[in-house]
């Protein structure tokens, strides 16, 4: 399978040595779960988009730190584009900001939470098995860093996992894409960097919770299971 990757952000430079950029964080979870993967990247933050949405078999978004509801030129573009997508069918997986991005393109809304960040694991209910979530699980526990989040769905959205804290967490949209809040591409040693990093800015109670949070396993490879899973049943609805 080839997949196109959204870079959306880059990580800090004062991070970058020791945990990679964003790109590489992906490929390496991904190819441990399926080596034969393909990627290509697009640095949309730099402006730069596909010219042509068939050039590769499926399209995969990062995280950012810029929320979608900036008006950041690229991001207006980018929801644009997410828009041709869905037109052609073609699947697409948002991950964080990727995940607002299909919502708000799609015409829901995301905004930020009134109770503030989430940071280090969150712990989410899977309300309904799609069958590409295989196999079956009650939870989806992921590292998290958002301050926005999805509150209006856009129309014919399927929620699929949520929490209190986050109730639209997984949902999909028609049988082609996909959005999640959480990040499976981060480690939780990056997890405790980025909130180290981000002291001051983060209160100190939500950052004792997100680091103590951090004892707790992830879900992050039975995550990219689901998602390759369900790229493959979209890709071969599609063809």
């Not at 869905?86 to 708000?104: D, E, S, T």
């Amino acid at each position: 399978m080839r997949i196109g990757l959204l870079q959306c952000d880059d990580v800090d430079p004062a991070l970058r040595a020791r945990h990679g950029n964003y790109p590489a964080m992906f490929e390496q979870l991904f190819r441990s779960i399926d080596p034969t993967l393909e990627f290509q990247v697009w640095r949309c933050l730099d402006g730069e988009l596909p010219a042509d949405i068939e050039a590769v078999d499926a399209w995969l978004t990062t995280g950012s730190k810029f929320g979608v509801n900036d008006g950041e030129p690229w991001i207006e573009a980018l929801c644009g584009w997410v828009r041709e997508l869905w037109a052609a069918r073609k699947p697409l997986v948002g991950i964080c900001f990727g995940h607002q991005l299909i919502a708000r393109a799609l015409g829901g809304e995301v905004a930020q939470h009134q109770r503030g960040w989430g940071v280090g694991v969150s712990f989410n209910q899977v309300t309904r098995q799609a069958e590409w979530m295989v196999p079956q699980q009650a939870g989806l526990d992921l590292v998290v860093s958002h301050q926005d989040q999805v509150v209006t769905l856009p129309p014919g959205a399927e929620v699929l996992a949520g929490s209190n804290f986050c109730p639209y967490y997984l949902m999909q949209m028609g049988e082609c894409f996909l959005g999640v809040q959480g990040h499976p591409e981060f480690s939780r040693a990056y997890s405790a960097d980025l909130m180290a990093l981000r002291r001051g800015k983060i209160p100190d109670n939500r950052l004792r919770e997100g680091l103590a949070s951090l004892q707790a396993e992830v879900d992050d490879r039975q995550v990219v299971r689901w998602i390759l899973a369900f790229l493959r049943q979209a890709i071969a609805r599609r063809s």
